[in-house]
């Protein structure tokens, strides 16, 4: 069972900038993934970022240019740093782990961008 500790969310205002942090309680191992989904209220949790081996990443398109994730492999953590934000990136945000089949899930951490 991997644990997922986020923090990082908040307010901020159309334009601003916010960055998401998520600790794993292990280390990925050749063919984990690990990133970040959302949730908006009455929409379906989609994809926004995530890391595979090598370090390629995948984006949801309409945050490509104003977002990026990184990654820490030794602290066993990631980061969505979000720029330009949007009234439409509101949601909750939770950090994912892939192993095989499973899937391990943070608390979620809410982002809410309002003027």
């Known amino acids: 069972q991997v644990q997922l500790v986020e923090s990082g969310g908040g307010l901020v205002q159309p334009g601003g900038s916010l960055r998401l942090s998520c600790v794993a309680s292990e280390a990925t191992s050749r063919g984990d993934r690990m990133g970040w989904y959302r949730q908006a209220p009455g929409k379906e949790r989609v994809l926004v970022a995530e890391?595979?081996?090598?370090?390629?990443?995948k984006y949801l398109d309409s945050v490509k240019d104003r977002f990026t994730l990184s990654k820490d492999n030794a602290r066993k953590m990631i980061f969505l740093q979000m720029n330009n934000l949007k009234p439409e990136d509101t949601a909750v945000y939770y950090c994912?782990?892939?192993?095989?089949?499973?899937?391990?899930w943070g608390q979620g951490t809410q982002v809410t961008v309002s003027s």
């Open positions: 890391i595979g081996d090598y370090g390629t990443r």
């Open positions: 994912n782990f892939r192993r095989a089949a499973s899937d391990f």
